[in-house]
């Protein structure tokens, strides 16, 4: 494969619902250029990307999985993400390293509860997307229905591009609406056929032209200068404008096609061409260095800034997965690791195809590659040159929802488990692996019950230890019902020398809904969850650096709540007066008075236990739907809505996520095998009261 240069390189995601056909659309797109000589299918088990084993037999994308490939002089380094809501750790990871992405939708369902999930995690990434309605083929396809879900539940301005020839089963091509053409592929054929528009299609190509120009020129000012003045758009004028809206995001191009019967992939990978931006069109980007901001651009010449945004370990070594932002890494350069601050050696550079890897020389700004070589770079950290030294922004990590005690079946494979639980949690930030301080259990913590489900597996299938999984638990959240003012709290401790001597009085209150939260610092306990902090001392009666020491105290006590250990959040904590001492005041002291007087406060507080909850999508055949509202009120689930589909119905419910272990085997062994249902978290929600064990009666001999 030739060099190409950063303006030819177009890095993105695939991203959608679960069995929307991502995984699909990228096999289409590996054979449409040349990288594989044979359709690869999920079903059969064949798909490049889903290479792990575990993904060929449940049949969905776990693993975020990179392919490079090339397009019309172009090189796209592409990304197949998961679809399931529990491996969205995987999504975030990968867009933030990605400059555009395809969201695939479902032409007969529309948006779905985890496209909606993956749009807004593109939306928080800035990440540019164009839209590929799939599956035009099927019974109950309908494009404009399609289309209107997306402007009414993403809230994008969708830019309708093609026309379908043909419905459903007859389902034949597209027009282009940009070129005013039509594109039709036979079945077997290996290209489209271009030709004029059809004759019973040329009114409806003509309005929805005028249509797309209108929207078009309401929104790009040099567009809408030549519609003014011409009352249509040029060719050439239409396309840049569109170019430019998806890159600003105010606008979303919107193509469609069946990639299971190859129809529109190409047009697809000539919209990723024209539309989405390279390395050089999106802002250079961001880092730090001793607090101070900097910014490289995507210039192969500048110095080495590099992400790491993936680690996977294969039978021939670890793989450490890059995007190289600015700069250019050799094969056996040093480079600086400047989040644990020492040095790493490039040992190879490989270009991915998923589970095939090729050599290679150099990376250049742009780029994403696979290095081998290095021993503890972990997913978030940045690589750099050792005198240019930056730390880039690392992904975002969810926190775990989900938690099993795990143990090996035989004592002597106990070390082999630890290890074993060492290296997923290394490569996957989203598991978490500790000790509960009471039992002395192992606990694997996640998001969700399939993630877990496949943490074990890989333990047994990659490392050979057989292992007892426990019941799965939810992590449980504390926050303040009603609070509690003026609570003092004096530190006081002389044990010779300098003493420690702080006064502090607090108010504790819950955090109004409207208050944004102010998360801790790097580390810290509290780290993400909703808390705020005020001072309102007066007269400086406690000096501003010991109110940052009590803040951080405060940080400390949130850690654990007072109900059962969970963690606190939803609090707002104000400092309204406190004592200092001439000599034994200290950062020490008022940090320790901070975190002991919080967590006497919150004992004296109303708390209320949270569970997370989590928003479930259930697909039923209608005759079963009585059975389905049933069990869904038994498992604590609140129905916020119901529709007809399809002649199925869709049912939309809040649910506690702790009431829906084992639930798909229920719902199957409820409609016979034919329902289904997909989850996506939704937050936390007060956990009723535990009901009271009952004192058996003392039992009264017969005399």
């Known amino acids: 494969m030739r060099t190409h240069t950063p303006a030819t390189v177009r890095n993105l995601g695939i991203l959608a619902h679960v069995d929307a056909g991502k995984t699909t659309v990228t096999e289409r797109i590996l054979y449409a250029t040349g ?8 079903h059969d088990g064949t798909a490049v990307t889903d290479f792990d084993p575990q993904e060929r037999d449940r049949g969905i994308t776990i693993f975020a999985a990179a392919v490079t490939c090339a397009w019309d002089s172009h090189r796209i380094n592409l990304i197949d993400t998961p679809g399931h809501v529990d491996f969205a750790d995987e999504v975030e990871r ?8 395809v969201a695939v939708f479902d032409a007969v369902a529309g948006v779905e509860p985890q496209s909606e999930s993956v749009w807004r995690q593109a939306d928080r990434h800035g990440v540019p997307r164009i839209a590929f309605v799939n599956k035009m083929d099927r019974a109950g396809a309908d494009l404009d229905a399609a289309v209107d879900s997306i402007r009414r ?11 379908p020839i043909g419905a459903e089963g007859g389902f034949t091509g597209v027009v282009d609406l940009v070129r005013m053409r039509a594109l039709t592929w036979a079945d077997g054929a290996e290209a489209a056929e271009r030709g004029p528009v059809p004759e019973e299609l040329r009114a409806e190509a003509a309005r929805r032209r005028h249509l797309l120009e209108e929207a078009v020129a309401e929104r790009h000012p040099a567009a809408l200068e030549e519609y003014c003045d011409r009352g249509t758009l040029g060719d050439g004028t239409l396309t840049a404008a569109l170019r430019d809206l998806t890159r600003s995001g105010d606008g979303v191009v919107v193509l469609c096609g069946s990639a299971y019967r190859d129809r529109g992939v190409e047009p697809l990978l000539d919209a990723v061409v024209a539309y989405l931006p390279s390395p050089l069109d999106v802002p250079p980007v961001r880092g730090t ?12 010449d500048a110095p080495l800034a590099a992400l790491a945004f993936k680690v996977q370990a294969t039978a021939t070594g670890r793989l450490t997965f890059l995007r190289v932002y600015s700069g250019t890494m050799e094969k056996g350069d040093t480079v600086w690791d400047a989040t644990t601050g020492r040095g790493e050696r490039i040992g190879r550079i490989l270009r991915v195809r998923a589970d095939r890897h090729d050599p290679l020389e150099r990376a250049v700004a742009g780029d994403i590659v696979a290095v081998v070589g290095l021993k503890g770079t972990r997913p978030g950290a940045t690589l750099c040159a050792p005198d240019a030294p930056l730390v880039l922004e690392p992904p975002g990590t969810a926190e775990p929802v989900v938690h099993v005690a795990v143990e090996a079946r035989r004592s002597t494979d106990t070390g082999r488990l630890a290890s074993a639980l060492a290296r997923l949690a290394e490569e996957d930030p989203s598991l978490v692996v500790r000790t509960d301080p009471e039992t002395g259990q192992t606990l694997l913590s996640g998001m969700g ?12 299938r990659e490392h050979g230890v057989e292992i007892s999984v426990g019941r799965p638990g939810v992590a449980y959240r504390e926050t303040v019902g009603t609070g509690v003012s003026g609570f003092g709290y004096r530190h006081v401790k002389q044990d010779g020398g300098a003493g420690q001597f702080a006064h502090v009085v607090l108010d504790v209150a819950p955090l109004g809904p409207e208050e944004p939260e102010k998360p801790g610092g790097p580390g810290e306990p509290g780290e993400g969850e909703g ?10 009666r406690v000096p501003q650096e010991y109110v940052r020491a009590v803040e951080a105290g ?10 059962g250990g969970h963690p606190v959040t939803g609090v707002r904590v104000t400092l309204t007066d406190g004592q200092t001492h001439v000599k034994d005041s200290s950062d020490t002291a008022f940090r320790t008075a901070g975190r002991l007087g919080l967590r006497d406060a919150l004992r004296a507080c109303a708390m209320v236990l949270l569970e997370p909850v989590v928003e479930v999508t259930v697909t039923v055949p209608e005759d079963t739907v009585g059975g389905v509202l049933g069990d869904l009120a038994a498992r604590r689930g609140r129905v916020t809505g119901s529709r007809t589909r399809a002649g199925a119905a869709v049912v939309t419910a809040t649910v506690p996520l702790a009431e829906l272990f084992g639930y798909a085997t229920r719902l199957r062994g409820r409609t016979q095998g034919r329902g289904t249902f997909t989850a996506r978290p939704t937050g936390y929600a007060p956990a009723p009261a535990p009901t009271p064990t009952p004192t058996p009666a003392p039992a009264v001999r017969a005399g």
């Open 35 to 42: 990288v594989t000589h044979k359709r690869g299918e999920v």
């Open 94 to 101: 990968s867009l933030r390293v990605l400059d555009g992405a």
């Open 153 to 163: 539940r993403l809230h994008p301005a969708p830019l309708v591009v093609q026309l």
């Open 289 to 300: 260095h001793h607090g101070e901001e900097r910014e490289r651009a995507a210039d192969p």
């Open 449 to 460: 019950e399939l993630h877990l489900e496949v943490a074990a597996e890989r333990v047994r």
């Open 531 to 540: 808390f705020v902090f005020v001072s309102a001392v007066t007269g400086g």
């Open 554 to 563: 405060c940080r400390e006590a949130l850690a654990e709540g007072p109900l």
